[in-house]
């Protein structure tokens, strides 16, 4: 077995800064007890046999130098007795006596004490914060540079509960909206700590819901749609022309049209080239994201259809959008038409390999069989490859009727 080395007890000790341990005793004020590193000392046969390549361990580990060049660990020593040479003594034990020796080992003193005056401050104007920063003390050390202006963010939310403002016009020194949206990550961490119950909202999550969670006016969700009947208009004035509108959340959830089916495309040419269709609407889609749809009761009243690519994000998408449209219905989805396009497929980089809830039976074998890879390697055919002729048959045999 190798000896261990100076090397090797400094990457110990490394291991323990990386994981924050060393750091940690600075928030709690405790001192850090004694740590034995782990040691691998020759043997007795070793010792015996091996004598001069023991020496050069020894002074390896710093055994003998003094002054400056002494190790800031101590090594505990014991006797051996070797019948030719007499009474030698090696190294039993490494101990780090302290923080600092283990702080000197490493290099770390000057880190350590930023992380220490980073505490300090914290601790004088936002204590309810210190669980964080002893959790992750590297992550906060990284932030020395901006943490008094991360203080400053809490502090101004303390004394604005909930403000009802967007983020730009928070005024702080150093602080503007491009800075709290870079640092939304840990402001929520700060934040659900410092902040009273009432002044969070726990049903917002994730980075993209800050402003909610906080209270916080947020950039309105917006809604792109063509009207594909005739007769009703979205704009009169622009009665003329093609009825591509752009609407707020709010505005599409009060919309009053004779509508009987709405159709959801995720690509944008699809949604220019749309044929027409009588008291129908057709919704540009959002990938992933259909918040903005949710809150339009009058959906629930119409025929709606859903047109993705047929891949296995398609099929994702698809699930996503009947938690919250449950009777949506796939268009150009199916069997059919992907093996009418075998000149067409493309190659899907990433498929999805998870289960994808509510799909019905049909959709489900399909998506099994392209997630599976079972009709091709990672096959995917994209809605602007399919033929038109294709897609005009298929929305010529829908029923004209909305929802059931």
Same mark, same amino acid.
């Given at each position: 077995?190798?000896?261990?080395?100076?090397?090797?007890?400094?990457?110990?000790?490394?291991?323990?800064?990386?994981?924050?341990?060393?750091?940690? %005793?600075? /928030? !709690?004020?405790?001192? #850090?007890?004694?740590? =034995?590193?782990? *040691?691998?000392?020759?043997?007795?046969?070793? $010792?015996?046999?091996?004598?001069?390549?023991?020496?050069?361990?020894?002074?390896?580990?710093?055994?003998?130098?003094?002054?400056?060049?002494?190790?800031?660990?101590?090594?505990?020593?014991?006797?051996?007795?070797?019948?030719?040479?007499?009474?030698?003594?090696?190294?039993?034990?490494?101990?780090?006596?302290?923080?600092?020796?283990?702080?000197?080992?490493?290099?770390?003193?000057?880190?350590?004490?930023?992380?220490?005056?980073?505490?300090?401050?914290?601790?004088?104007?936002?204590?309810?914060?210190?669980?964080?920063?002893?959790?992750?003390?590297?992550?906060?050390?990284?932030?020395?540079?901006?943490?008094?202006?991360?203080?400053?963010?809490?502090?101004?939310?303390?004394?604005?509960?909930?403000?009802?403002?967007?983020?730009?016009?928070?005024?702080? %020194?150093? /602080? !503007?909206?491009?800075? #709290?949206?870079?640092? =939304?990550?840990? *402001?929520?961490?700060?934040?659900?700590?410092? $902040?009273?119950?009432?002044?969070?909202?726990?049903?917002?999550?994730?980075?993209?819901?800050?402003?909610?969670?906080?209270?916080?006016?947020?950039?309105?969700?917006?809604?792109?749609?063509?009207?594909?009947?005739?007769?009703?208009?979205?704009?009169?004035?622009?009665?003329?022309?093609?009825?591509?509108?752009?609407?707020?959340?709010?505005?599409?959830?009060?919309?009053?049209?004779?509508?009987?089916?709405?159709?959801?495309?995720?690509?944008?040419?699809?949604?220019?080239?749309?044929?027409?269709?009588?008291?129908?609407?057709?919704?540009?889609?959002?990938?992933?994201?259909?918040?903005?749809?949710?809150?339009?009761?009058?959906?629930?009243?119409?025929?709606?259809?859903?047109?993705?690519?047929?891949?296995?994000?398609?099929?994702?998408?698809?699930?996503?959008?009947?938690?919250?449209?449950?009777?949506?219905?796939?268009?150009?989805?199916?069997?059919?038409?992907?093996?009418?396009?075998?000149?067409?497929?493309?190659?899907?980089?990433?498929?999805?390999?998870?289960?994808?809830?509510?799909?019905?039976?049909?959709?489900?074998?399909?998506?099994?069989?392209?997630?599976?890879?079972?009709?091709?390697?990672?096959?995917?055919?994209?809605?602007?490859?399919?033929?038109?002729?294709?897609?005009?048959?298929?929305?010529?045999?829908?029923?004209?009727?909305?929802?059931?």
């Amino acid at each position: 077995m190798t000896w261990t080395s100076a090397a090797d007890l400094r990457a110990q000790v490394q291991k323990l800064w990386d994981k924050g341990d060393l750091l940690r %005793p600075l /928030v !709690d004020g405790v001192a #850090m007890a004694p740590l =034995r590193l782990r *040691l691998v000392a020759p043997t007795s046969t070793e $010792l015996a046999e091996r004598f001069e390549a023991v020496r050069a361990w020894m002074r390896d580990l710093g055994c003998h130098a003094a002054g400056d060049s002494a190790p800031p660990y101590r090594i505990a020593m014991r006797t051996f007795r070797h019948r030719v040479l007499g009474s030698n003594a090696v190294p039993e034990a490494v101990w780090l006596d302290s923080l600092d020796a283990a702080l000197a080992l490493l290099g770390k003193k000057a880190e350590a004490q930023r992380f220490a005056q980073l505490v300090q401050t914290t601790r004088t104007q936002q204590p309810a914060v210190l669980p964080w920063v002893q959790q992750r003390p590297l992550q906060a050390l990284a932030l020395v540079p901006v943490w008094p202006r991360l203080l400053a963010v809490v502090a101004w939310l303390q004394a604005h509960p909930r403000p009802g403002v967007y983020l730009r016009q928070v005024d702080l %020194p150093g /602080v !503007d909206s491009k800075f #709290m949206e870079a640092h =939304r990550g840990v *402001l929520s961490s700060l934040l659900d700590l410092a $902040l009273p119950a009432q002044a969070v909202d726990p049903s917002a999550s994730g980075a993209s819901q800050f402003a909610r969670r906080y209270g916080f006016r947020d950039k309105p969700l917006r809604v792109r749609l063509r009207w594909l009947g005739a007769g009703a208009v979205l704009l009169p004035a622009a009665a003329e022309a093609d009825q591509d509108v752009t609407l707020s959340q709010a505005a599409f959830a009060r919309l009053a049209l004779p509508v009987l089916r709405v159709f959801i495309t995720e690509n944008e040419i699809n949604f220019l080239a749309f044929p027409h269709m009588a008291d129908s609407l057709l919704v540009f889609g959002a990938g992933y994201g259909f918040d903005a749809l949710a809150g339009a009761p009058w959906l629930h009243a119409c025929a709606v259809h859903y047109w993705g690519d047929i891949d296995t994000h398609g099929f994702a998408i698809l699930g996503q959008l009947r938690a919250h449209l449950p009777h949506a219905q796939s268009l150009l989805m199916d069997r059919e038409t992907l093996m009418a396009h075998t000149q067409q497929w493309g190659h899907e980089p990433t498929p999805v390999l998870r289960d994808v809830p509510r799909l019905n039976a049909k959709e489900q074998a399909l998506f099994d069989d392209l997630r599976y890879q079972r009709v091709g390697s990672s096959v995917r055919l994209e809605q602007e490859r399919m033929g038109f002729g294709w897609v005009q048959q298929a929305l010529a045999a829908l029923p004209l009727e909305g929802r059931a």
